[in-house]
């Protein structure tokens, strides 16, 4: 449900608005590598890219305070993102949001912060809450952090999944076992994404799974009960369900 502007400067909104929502859509062509570099180039776009790695949508103003700079500077830089087909806007009733325009977008912005480490972004009455990110959080839409990274090692070591070329491969004994937690492989290579992205995680600065797999792992661990994240947040709590079943199907202890 839409909310006032007053009400969503710390973000309180996660993305999701009525049915009277109109989006602008942007047929922008993805930029080639040098165009992606320069406008990440910039210290305050890197800020407000980041600060948008949940998935989640926010005003200009969070955005603004997040990276440290005025309103009308973020303006600009926004126009500049979106044009390059790194964000995508949208509009409930007179007020815009702004998202990472694509699950690839937050592959790209992981990457990145795995060589140079994530941007500074203005700390905040919740700074607490942030710290623990490095432990469980949500990456776009899929698990990363810590125990993300223990999930792909366990997965590899068991031989479900294998490192071909950049990202990863199922193998039989991982389509069988992906199979027994509800995960239709097929459907998930169907889609217009990559199909097991490998992220480099930039709080471990080890690889994690991305793309197609990766979300609808975390999906599962979701419906399972293992996993607990309120929207807008990129923290997620594993649960008492959940601290059996990853030590039960994986071996993991959280």
């Not at 959080?137 to 223990?150: E, F, I, P, T």
């Not at 217009?192 to 197609?212: N, T, Y």
Request: hydrophobic share 45%; glycine share 8%; aromatic share 8%.
């Amino acid at each position: 449900m839409c909310r006032n502007a007053e009400l969503v400067y710390f973000g309180e909104i996660s993305g999701s608005f009525d049915e009277d929502r109109s989006v602008e859509l942007h047929d922008a062509k993805p930029a080639e590598m040098h165009e992606m570099a320069a406008l990440l180039g910039v210290p305050a776009r890197a800020a407000m890219v980041w600060a948008l790695i949940a998935g989640d949508a926010l005003p200009a103003s969070e955005l603004a305070y997040r990276a440290g700079i005025t309103p009308q500077t973020a303006s600009h830089h926004l126009a500049r993102m979106v044009a390059g087909g790194l964000l995508a806007v949208e509009r409930c009733l007179r007020y815009r949001y702004y998202r990472l325009a694509s699950p690839q977008v937050a592959e790209v912005l992981e990457n990145f912060m795995a060589l140079s480490g994530p941007p500074a972004l203005r700390d905040r009455a919740d700074r607490s809450a942030i710290d623990p990110l490095s432990h469980v959080r949500s990456c776009y839409d899929h698990l990363a952090g810590k125990l993300a990274v223990q999930l792909a090692d366990q997965l590899t070591d068991r031989g479900w999944i294998t490192l071909q070329d950049r990202d990863y491969a199922v193998s039989e004994v991982g389509e069988r076992g992906f199979a027994a937690l509800g995960l239709d492989l097929p459907n998930l290579r169907r889609q217009h994404r990559l199909f097991a992205r490998r992220c480099i995680d930039w709080s471990e600065r080890r690889p994690h799974i991305g793309g197609a797999l990766g979300a609808a792992l975390m999906k599962r661990f979701q419906e399972d009960g293992w996993l607990r994240k309120s929207a807008g947040q990129r923290q997620i709590w594993v649960t008492s369900v959940g601290q059996q079943g990853f030590w039960k199907a994986f071996g993991i202890q959280v």
